[in-house]
């Protein structure tokens, strides 16, 4: 098992989360960019979900949407840290995890919280494609709250 795959497999997740997070690092998602690279999608059809103007790729979707990113900054201030965001997936999850220092309860605590995201986030995003529900940043950040 590569470092990586330490930080997305967690006993406390269930397995289908951790299979998101494995393939959100590989870039493995059905997000748009991927199904056009597949010819499944027409190129047209590439853009967010949410509107906001960007290719919809697993970048944009965590890290960079106008819509989405902002969920990390309201998690950072419940949480109380402050950080930037790294370039690459990979380097948030590890900044994210290590932001509190300390034990290895507080890093496996910020891992869950970081795993709890990218599945509400993948949530919204389904639910924005496929049943053409959107929820507010609020509602978002709500879930990952009370799951926690």
Known sequence: MDAMSTFLWHKQVPAKVSVLAWRLVRN??????????????HPDSQFCV?????????????LSCLVFAPLWRLVRAWIGISTTDPNTLQDHLVQFTYS?????????????????????VW??????????????????????????
């Open 123 to 148: 949530n919204e995003r389904n639910n924005r494609v496929f049943k053409a529900k959107e929820a507010t940043l609020h509602q978002i950040s709500s879930v990952v709250v009370v799951v926690q």
């Open 28 to 41: 493995r998602l059905p997000t748009k960019d991927n199904l056009v690279a597949h010819h499944i999608i």
């Open 50 to 62: 949410t509107g906001c103007g960007g290719l919809e790729t697993t970048h944009h979707l965590l």
């Open 100 to 120: 509190v220092g300390g034990s290895q309860s507080r890093r496996s605590f910020m891992q869950l919280i970081w795993l709890c995201c990218i599945w509400v």
